[in-house]
């Protein structure tokens, strides 16, 4: 809910404080649920455009409008899914959302879980891996256990995961 405050003389710090919150006890909360969105989305694509500067030589501009338009491009099909393309199942009889969600929830979380723990398990220098978990701790105990689980039960674990989703074990 939009409050207009600007007439009535209170700025909307006063207005949230002195009044809705002091007098009235309502706690206001100015962060939207839209703020929230673009804040994520921000957080999550700052990995990505950083690989593309990094790894292509991109300027911060191009990387960010490329993947800006990728998101935006692959994102309206999933928004016309609730509306004018709620019948449209071109995809393995999905419509776009119900699609992208399949692929991404069965087999790219797992795939990205698999991928993190053989390499940590396997390629992450031990060194590396133990002053990072472990640090100044007296836990010397907790490395060994946590590297042979990382090593040999998670990936057998994830596989097992991604496997029932192909459809293996019926």
């Known amino acids: 809910m939009t409050l207009a405050v600007g007439g009535t003389g209170w700025d909307g710090d006063t207005f949230k404080t002195k009044i809705l919150m002091d007098k009235y006890?309502?706690?206001?909360?100015?962060?939207?649920?839209?703020?929230?969105?673009?804040?994520?989305?921000?957080?999550?694509?700052?990995?990505?455009?950083a690989y593309l500067i990094d790894s292509r030589g991109w300027t911060?501009?191009?990387?960010?409008?490329?993947?800006?338009?990728?998101?935006?491009?692959l994102g309206i099909p999933c928004a016309l899914s609730f509306n004018r393309w709620a019948g449209f199942t071109p995809l393995f009889g999905k419509n776009f959302f119900d699609f992208y969600d399949m692929l991404v929830s069965s087999y790219l979380?797992?795939?990205?879980?698999?991928a993190v723990a053989v390499y940590a398990g396997w390629f992450w220098k031990s060194d590396e891996e133990k002053s990072d978990l472990i640090g100044q701790s007296d836990r010397n105990w907790?490395?060994?256990?946590?590297?042979?689980?990382?090593?040999?039960?998670?990936?057998?674990?994830?596989?097992?995961?991604?496997?029932?989703?192909?459809?293996?074990?019926?």
């Not at 911060?60 to 800006?68: S, W």
């Open 25 to 49: 006890g309502i706690q206001i909360n100015k962060t939207s649920r839209n703020t929230v969105l673009f804040m994520t989305n921000i957080g999550t694509t700052r990995s990505s455009v």
């Open 60 to 73: 911060r501009a191009r990387a960010t409008f490329t993947l800006a338009a990728a998101a935006f491009t």
């Open 109 to 114: 979380l797992p795939l990205g879980g698999l």
């Open 142 to 170: 907790l490395f060994p256990v946590w590297h042979f689980v990382l090593r040999y039960i998670a990936p057998g674990a994830v596989l097992l995961v991604l496997l029932n989703q192909i459809g293996v074990f019926g």
